[in-house]
Every structure is written in structure tokens, then in C-alpha cells.
């Protein structure tokens, strides 16, 4: 060892305390950033004196990081069908308001009976109508709504799809930039980073799995195993639906050429945003816009006039309530799409659009004489009120696919509905707060595994501090030992 | 005769001494110069041929010493292309009229693509692309300048890859297959992976997994350019590059067949793709691919070079793929304290110091090579200036004798007054 040799060492003790410093320093700024993760410099002692920096090391804990990804990618899917069905929520409302079909219903046949005693009462029979206004209307403005949740649902796939795009084309930059610093010595650990927050973002969106490439890079499959990005981006494409009408389906979101979400698909992705919008648009709305049209075409079934000839040869009209496809009857026992939406009241028992109420009572709603079940036309005819309220609380059959009892009364059914709808929406956004609680833990337990704490910081900075003052003190003395030297001359 | 004698003596004391100064001074000046060896100066007396009787005095010659094996100390820097041996051997350069040279010191930078040190001299190696270069262990025959400016831009058309998935064992079976490349295919995966072609062009290979029975499935690969407008089936015709069945152990979800495990696709334009679905299991589950990727790479530009320890230079390409691209051979000599020193801290061989013996680093007796960093010069300042204080106290000696001898003869002039 020589003196020379002691100047060589302490200068680069020097030099590499400095970059561990600074180290520290990047640490401390990105206390509070939530991608960010602690570096720590890697000090060698290679060949020759002293020490170098060989790279900077980054904590990572990728169980933990997937173990996120998964329960975001879970938590979003599921918050993304709560919200929907909030919106859904609406169409049955508070129950205290009896705004719902149900309840609606309830009050139809409520205001028959009324009727039923007062038959010779124009007043009542107008309330009977204003009633039955109340249903249709009701049942009109529920497929609306659902029409719209399912179009919104549509527009947020598209909106999802694009960022996912946008996602993957950030992630190739930042990608192609780790795989450069992998290769060389360059320090690969803030892009890492900045590759992990896309992965977070990505996430949310879609479900997703991370293979390892062995010179650094990354490769992105769904949790279905269709690739979104090995080497290059892979295109994700949606065409949107402009008008989403009842029975319309959307169409499906493609990956690499293959159907992930939506359609018919044997490889679609279950979890993510994606997943719950699709699960929304294509099932939880379309079975409810299903039981909307099963009261509505309960409805029209229930108020049919038949032929009241001697001899019978007319089929069954629609009476009171009537639609898009009448005067002929609706399907007796299968779904049929768009109902809720066109069900309205005929104009010739509205008082209000020029015609007579009282023809609840009389028949003949559909401007048939045939259909005339008051033919000697008393005043206080109360047979076919009375059809009316048995054949409403008589039980009818209902199309399976909407997933409630099939042969029920049209009252039962409507309440069947909404404890159908407030039990879904009950145990998704039950299971939407204790999926994102997972998350929410799972986000924290990365963050203290491998995010930078500030005490260890500053008691890092501490010892670097005093390694730094000893080595700068060592080259005092040897400057020291040299002036001595030097003095000798003269 | 004695006086003269004895002032002869001295002069030649005092200009040895000199010489020595001129060591001192000379690795003083250097004491900062990355790959100096340290100069020092012998001495021999030249013993008079004389009588028993009478003492002659003679005189002192001084051979001037180069200590070039003499290991420097090494210390780190921050750029990659600064080079340290770590004990025996030399670098082979050439000076700017192409004359090869032996050297310790590594501070090169790249200039016009090539590597050249402090002092203008251009790393020498062995070329290892376009056939590789012949190398003759004794002389810097074969020996090209390391330089980025034959390795321009340069697709590698892919060859080898991996095509590991999990199979799922309770998927359907497929009923339209796709291999038949129907528009209604079924299947229960699909992975893409690209590939280069010769010329370096992408070319996307969609990897179909479709069960066909239980414990069979079938892997079909289609080229990607040929696919319909969303991207999936049906082909153009001639997209099917390949179709493959798979069996696998119903016991265990192993594959059985094929045995090796290969899946060869022939790249259009491109060379045969050997994919090894060694890996490749049949197990319940999802869909999952464990690794699909293979090599190659599109026309990127060389971004910078890295020199492992045993002198390997690796090209690094801009897009992460690297090529090795030339060998720095080590040269080592008999006799390396002979060698001739020449400006620029460069040696040149002689008679005395031995023939070249060029070999690879870290092998055999030579030295390795420390990438990002410098042997500094082997000059110790403190000894230097002990030297000095040691050689200015014998110059003055030499002096007093001569100054001695002149009085002496002053004495003598003064008899005869």
C-alpha cells in the first residue's frame, strides 16, 4: 500500500458514497408516490482498490405486485356492475314512493275494484285509466332507463378499449426502454417503475398476466390467455352500437383477433373493467329489460278483449293496454323483446286523448262492436271488471330466461322482480366492498414491502454521511503526510 | 593520474545521479498518466584495470530500468469502454500509420466507431462476424481495429423460440378445427408471438391450441398476414404454416408426443422456427401461456459496446440484442521489463524482451479485463521523492569529491611558485 493508493481508495469510497447518497435522495423525493420503489445502490469491490457502484437495485416483490394486479383487476369488474345496477335501482326506486312497476300494479287492480263497486261512475273509471297510465308509464321509462345503462355500458367498453390501447402503446416505450437498460448497465429500476404503474393501470381495465422475457422485457396475457403485448401491442379493437334497443345485442371486444368480451367467445377475459361492463350490457340488464317485457306483455294478455259473438270467430285483441305490434295479441308465452318500451294506453278508453273510460267496463276498447261484452249497455255491468281483476290475479306463464318462477300471478311477478333486482344489487356491492378491501390491502402490502420508508432513509443518509466525512478525513492526512514530505526540501 | 582519476570518478558520480533525477522527474511528470510504468535508474561500476600496488579509481555507468510488469493500481470510472487489465498482458494497438503496438493503457472512447485511447492509439481484436478472422498466436496478423462501422444495421431472422402453454384438460372438443380454417373455428387458445423474417420484417404467428380428443390436441400456425379483417379466421390461403398433434399422459398432463417436443414452422421469407414445447402440459384449469416468445430481431442500429472479462466485445444493438462482435486478444511477451517504451505509452517488442504471444484474457497465465475502469500509472509519489532527496544528497557528495580534487591540484599548481 502506498500513499498514493490510500488517495485512490478514499476518492472512490468518495465517489461511490456519493451516488449512494443520491440514491437516498431519489428515495426520499418519491416518499409519497405510490409506484415507487425503494432503490438501493449496489457496492462492489472488483479488481484494484476501493469501491464501485455495480447497479442500482430495486425492491420488488412480485407475488405481492401480481397478487394486486389480480384483486384490482377483481375489485374494478365488480364496482363497474354496482354502479350499473345503482342506476338499475332507480327504476323500482324507494318503495315508500310505490313508484314501481309492483307497486303500480298493485294500484291498478286496487282502483278496478273500486271501480267494480261503482260501476256507473265515470269519475272512477277515469282512475282506472289515469292507474293504468301510471303501469305503462312506469314500465315505459324502466326500459328507458335500462336502455340507457346498457348504452352507457356500451360507451364505456369503447372508452375502456381505447385507454387499454393507449395503455399498451405507453407500455411498448417503456418496455423497449427497460430492455435497453437491461442490456447494458444502465439503471433500468424508475423505468421499471413507470412499467409497473401502466401494469396497475392496465389492470383495472383487464384482467391480466405477466410472463417475464429473459432480457428484461415483459409479455402481457389476459387472464384468458389471449396476448396483449409480447415485443409489440396488439391491437384491441370495439366497434360501438349507436342505438342499443331492447333485444339488440352489442357486439365484442376483440384481442389479437379473438373475441374476449362479449359474443360468442371461448376465451373471455373475467375480470376488469371490461368484464364487468360486458357482464352488464350483455346479461344483468338484458334479463331485467326481460322481466320488464314479460309484465308488460302480462299485461296486455291480462286486459285482452275475445270475440263476444255467438259464435266466436275473431281472435283475442289487445284491450286496455295496447303496443307497437297491436291490435293482435303478443306471444302467450315467450319473450318477446321491446315490450315495456311500446306498451301503451289505448286512446279509446283515454279520456284525456278524445275517448270514453268507460269502455273498461263495456268492451270494445279496440273499435270492434264484436268485442263488446256490455251489449245491453247497463250502467252497472260488472261482469267484465270482474274478468279484469281475476284474469290479473290469475297466474300466467313467463318466459324462464328472465329467471324468476314462470307460472305466477302478474302482481307476484312484478314484486318477484324487484326482490330480484334489490338482492343482486345487495350482494354486488356487498362483494364490490370486500373485493376492493382486497385491494386496498393488497395495495398497501406492496407499498410497505417495496416502498421507500423515510426513517430507514434517514438513517441510511446517517451512516453515509459519516462514511463520507472518514474518507474525505483520510485524504486530509495523507495531503498531510505529502506537505511534510515536501518541507523536507528546503 | 590518481587526481584526474579521482575527478573523473566523481563526474561520472554526478551524472549518473543526473540520470537518476531524470527518472525521478520524468515519473513525477507521469505520476497521473493512465498505463505509465515507472522508470528507475541501475547503476554498475566500471572497475579500472590497476597494479596491487596503486589504486585506480574507476568510474559509474547508469542502465536506465523500466518496471512494465509492474502492476498499476486500478480504479473505477464511469465509462464502460474504459478497459484495466488485471495482471499479465497487453493490449494490441495501432497507431494512426498502422503499426501494431503493445499497451496497458485502456482509456478508449469511440471515435468515428472505432476504439481509441488517450494517446491515439486503435484497440485491436479479432473479428468474429463475416466468418471471423484468422489468428496467428504469435503475430498481430488477423488483427482488425475494433470498430462499429462494419456491423451497420442487422436483422437476425428468428430461429429458436418457446412455446410453453397450459392446455386446459376439460375444454370442449373442438368442432371445427383450425386447421381447416373455417370462419367459424373453435379453439380454446390463442397466442401470438412475433418472429423475424431474413430481410427482418415482423411477421405474427397465431398459434392455435384446439383440443381434438381426450389427451389430443392439435397446435395450427397461421401467419398473421394473412388474417381476416378483425384479425382471426378465415385465412388467406397459404397463411397454414404449420398444424401439429399432441398427445399428452392422461396421468399426469405431461406431453407424450411429439417426444422431442418441437414445433418447426418454416417463417415465410425466413428460416425454420424451431418452437420447444418441452413444457407444454394438459392440466385442469384456464388457458395459460407460460412462455411464447422467440429470438430475432428487426434492422436496429449498434447503440454502444460492452467488453466481457475475457476481451469478448459484444455489440449492443439499440433494440437489446446483442451480437458478439470481436475477440481483444491479450498479447504477452517473455521479457515484458525489455520491451522498448515509445510516446504515447505504447511498447514495442525487441530482441530482449521475446516474440508476441497473443491469447485470450482470463485463460492461461494472462491477466482479465475490467470494463469501466483505468490502471492508473505505477508511480508511487512519496518513494519518487525519497529518490530525489536520495540522489540530490549523493550528486552533492560527488560534487565535494570533485571540488575535493580540484583543491588538490590547486595544492599542487602552488608548489611549484
Do not use: C
Request: charged residues 15%; without cysteine; glycine residues 10%.
Amino acid at each position: 500500500m502506498s500513499l498514493t493508493l490510500s488517495i485512490d481508495t478514499a476518492r472512490s469510497s468518495l465517489a461511490t458514497t456519493s451516488e449512494q447518497i443520491s440514491v437516498v435522495s431519489r428515495n426520499i423525493a418519491r416518499v409519497g408516490d405510490a409506484n415507487a420503489t425503494r432503490k438501493t445502490a449496489q457496492t462492489i469491490t472488483g479488481p484494484g482498490v476501493g469501491v464501485s457502484v455495480a447497479g442500482i437495485q430495486r425492491t420488488a416483490n412480485s407475488l405481492l405486485f401480481n397478487a394486486y394486479l389480480n384483486s384490482n383487476s377483481s375489485s374494478q369488474a365488480q364496482s363497474a356492475i354496482t354502479s350499473s345496477l345503482d342506476r338499475l335501482q332507480n327504476t323500482v326506486d324507494d318503495t315508500d314512493l310505490e313508484r314501481s312497476p309492483a307497486a303500480l300494479l298493485a294500484k291498478l287492480s286496487a282502483a278496478l275494484q273500486t271501480y267494480s263497486g261503482a260501476p256507473q261512475n265515470p269519475a272512477v273509471a277515469a282512475s282506472v285509466v289515469s292507474a293504468a297510465k301510471d303501469v305503462s308509464n312506469a314500465l315505459n321509462s324502466a326500459s328507458a332507463t335500462v336502455t340507457s345503462v346498457r348504452q352507457q355500458a356500451d360507451a364505456d367498453i369503447g372508452a375502456s378499449v381505447g385507454r387499454i390501447n393507449s395503455l399498451l402503446a405507453q407500455f411498448e416505450t417503456l418496455n423497449n426502454q427497460v430492455i435497453r437498460a437491461t442490456s447494458g448497465s444502465g439503471d433500468a429500476s424508475d423505468v421499471l417503475d413507470a412499467r409497473d404503474a401502466i401494469l396497475k393501470q392496465l389492470s383495472a381495465e383487464v384482467g391480466i398476466r405477466t410472463v417475464d422475457e429473459s432480457n428484461g422485457g415483459m409479455s402481457i396475457y389476459t387472464d384468458s390467455g389471449v396476448t396483449l403485448f409480447d415485443k409489440l401491442p396488439r391491437k384491441v379493437s370495439f366497434q360501438q352500437t349507436q342505438n342499443l334497443s331492447a333485444g339488440m345485442s352489442g357486439a365484442a371486444v376483440f384481442a389479437d383477433g379473438v373475441p374476449i368480451a362479449g359474443g360468442t367467445h371461448s376465451l373471455g377475459i373475467s375480470t376488469g373493467k371490461l368484464a364487468g361492463l360486458v357482464a352488464v350490457r350483455d346479461d344483468i340488464a338484458v334479463t331485467y329489460q326481460g322481466q320488464l317485457d314479460e309484465m308488460a306483455r302480462g299485461l296486455i294478455l291480462a286486459f285482452a278483449e275475445s270475440d263476444q259473438s255467438a259464435t266466436p270467430t275473431l281472435p283475442d285483441v289487445a284491450g286496455l293496454f295496447t303496443y307497437a305490434g297491436g291490435p293482435g295479441l303478443p306471444s302467450s308465452s315467450s319473450l318477446v323483446s321491446g315490450l315495456a318500451a311500446s306498451i301503451k294506453i289505448n286512446p279509446n278508453a283515454d279520456p284525456s286523448q278524445g275517448g270514453d273510460a268507460e269502455l273498461i267496463r263495456d268492451g270494445g276498447i279496440s273499435g270492434n262492436a264484436a268485442y263488446k261484452y256490455n251489449a245491453a249497455g247497463g250502467a252497472s255491468f260488472t261482469d267484465r271488471i270482474q274478468g279484469l281483476i281475476a284474469s290479473l290475479g290469475a297466474g300466467q306463464t313467463f318466459d324462464p330466461s328472465t329467471q324468476l318462477s314462470s307460472s305466477v300471478p302478474l302482481g307476484s311477478y312484478a314484486k318477484d322482480s324487484v326482490a330480484w333486482l334489490q338482492a343482486l344489487r345487495q350482494s354486488s356491492s356487498a362483494e364490490a366492498e370486500y373485493r376492493s378491501t382486497v385491494a386496498s390491502r393488497a395495495a398497501s402490502a406492496l407499498s410497505s414491502q417495496t416502498g421507500a420508508s423515510l426513517d430507514e432513509e434517514m438513517t441510511n443518509l446517517l451512516s453515509l454521511e459519516r462514511t463520507f466525512q472518514a474518507s474525505s478525513r483520510l485524504i486530509s492526512v495523507v495531503d498531510g503526510m505529502f506537505t511534510t514530505l515536501l518541507q523536507s526540501f528546503s | 593520474m590518481g587526481l584526474y582519476g579521482l575527478m573523473t570518478t566523481s563526474i561520472s558520480g554526478m551524472s549518473v545521479q543526473a540520470d537518476r533525477m531524470g527518472t525521478v522527474a520524468d515519473n513525477i511528470a507521469n505520476v497521473n498518466t493512465t498505463g505509465y510504468k515507472e522508470a528507475s535508474a541501475q547503476f554498475a561500476t566500471l572497475v579500472a584495470e590497476g597494479h596491487v600496488a596503486s589504486y585506480v579509481p574507476g568510474s559509474v555507468s547508469s542502465v536506465a530500468r523500466r518496471a512494465i510488469s509492474h502492476q498499476g493500481d486500478i480504479s473505477y470510472t464511469t465509462s464502460p469502454t474504459d478497459l484495466a487489465i488485471s495482471g499479465n498482458g497487453f493490449f494490441m494497438v495501432q497507431s494512426p500509420s498502422g503499426t501494431p503496438f503493445l499497451t496497458r493503457a485502456g482509456s478508449f472512447v469511440t471515435t468515428n466507431g472505432q476504439l481509441v485511447n488517450a494517446a491515439g492509439f486503435t484497440l485491436l481484436g479479432y473479428d468474429l462476424l463475416n466468418g471471423g478472422s484468422t489468428s496467428v498466436i504469435n503475430s498481430a496478423a488477423g488483427l482488425v481495429p475494433v470498430s462499429t462501422a462494419n456491423l451497420g444495421l442487422k436483422a437476425t431472422p428468428s430461429s429458436v423460440g418457446e412455446f410453453q402453454v397450459m392446455l386446459p384438460s376439460d375444454a370442449a372438443t373442438s368442432v371445427n378445427l383450425p386447421s381447416a380454417n373455417g370462419a367459424f373455428a373453435d379453439f380454446s387458445g390463442k397466442t401470438s408471438i412475433i418472429t423475424y423474417d431474413n430481410l427482418g420484417h415482423q411477421v405474427t404467428l397465431d398459434i392455435y391450441s384446439a383440443k381434438t380428443a381426450n389427451n389430443q390436441w392439435e397446435v395450427t400456425v397461421y401467419d398473421n398476414a394473412g388474417a381476416s379483417a378483425n384479425g382471426g379466421f378465415p385465412y388467406a390461403g397459404g397463411s397454414l404454416l404449420t398444424t401439429l398433434p399432441l398427445t399428452f399422459d392422461g396421468t399426469n398432463g405431461k406431453l407424450l408426443t411429439p417426444a422431442n417436443g418441437t414445433l418447426s414452422v418454416n417463417i415465410p421469407n425466413g428460416t425454420t422456427l424451431s418452437l420447444a414445447l418441452g413444457n407444454t402440459t394438459q392440466l385442469a384449469g384456464d388457458y395459460t401461456p407460460m412462455k411464447a416468445t422467440a429470438n430475432g430481431n428487426g434492422p436496429s442500429a449498434v447503440d454502444r459496446f460492452e467488453i466481457s472479462k475475457n476481451g469478448t466485445v459484444t455489440a449492443v444493438y439499440a433494440d437489446g440484442s446483442r451480437v458478439d462482435a470481436f475477440q481483444v486478444p491479450l498479447a504477452s511477451v517473455a521479457s515484458p521489463d525489455n520491451l522498448t517504451a515509445i510516446s504515447g505509452n505504447v511498447f514495442a517488442t525487441n530482441k530482449d524482451s521475446g516474440d508476441l504471444q497473443l491469447g485470450k484474457a482470463n485463460t492461461g497465465a494472462l491477466g482479465y479485463i475490467a470494463s469501466g475502469a483505468l490502471e492508473k500509472s505505477s508511480v508511487d509519489l512519496a518513494s519518487e521523492l525519497t529518490t530525489m532527496v536520495e540522489a540530490q544528497r549523493s550528486y552533492t557528495a560527488n560534487s565535494k569529491v570533485f571540488q575535493t580534487g580540484t583543491q588538490l591540484l590547486d595544492v599542487l599548481v602552488n608548489l611549484v611558485r
